[in-house]
């Protein structure tokens, strides 16, 4: 079992900046791949940013590509997604999720691939 929080969420200005941690806890022993995700008020969950568990492979979405960074720290248990120049369309609830048991390189891009989900934290970027 793995517990996922995630931490970090809040009101910025459009401009901003802002990092999102995910701190994981429990079994952690399999390797797991690590996504964040966003739902905006009557919109659907998408993939924002997903790192393989060896860090070397990541991906983002083209709205937030140059923009947005995605990283862990293993040792800590730990992954962020560190946001710069927020828009407001960047306003919604971020998900951390793991999709355990995968390969070191393995980046996974799919909803239904990840098997545990944090609660979520709110970001909202102001106009």
């Known amino acids: 079992q793995v517990q996922l929080v995630e931490s970090g969420g809040g009101l910025v200005q459009a401009g901003g900046s802002l990092r999102l941690s995910c701190a994981a806890s429990?079994?952690?022993?399999?390797?797991?791949?690590i996504g964040w995700f966003r739902q905006a008020p009557g919109k659907e969950r998408e993939l924002v940013a997903a790192?393989?568990?060896?860090?070397?492979?990541?991906y983002y979405a083209d709205s937030v590509k140059g923009r947005f960074t995605i990283s862990r720290d293993n040792a800590k248990n730990t992954m962020y997604l560190q946001m710069h120049s927020l828009k407001p369309e960047d306003t919604a609830v971020y998900y951390c999720a793991a999709n355990l048991g995968v390969s070191r390189s393995y980046v996974s891009r799919r909803l239904n691939e990840y098997d545990y989900w944090g609660q979520g934290t709110q970001v909202t970027v102001s106009s």
């Open positions: 790192i393989s568990w060896s860090g070397s492979s990541t």
């Open positions: 429990g079994r952690t022993f399999s390797n797991y791949a």
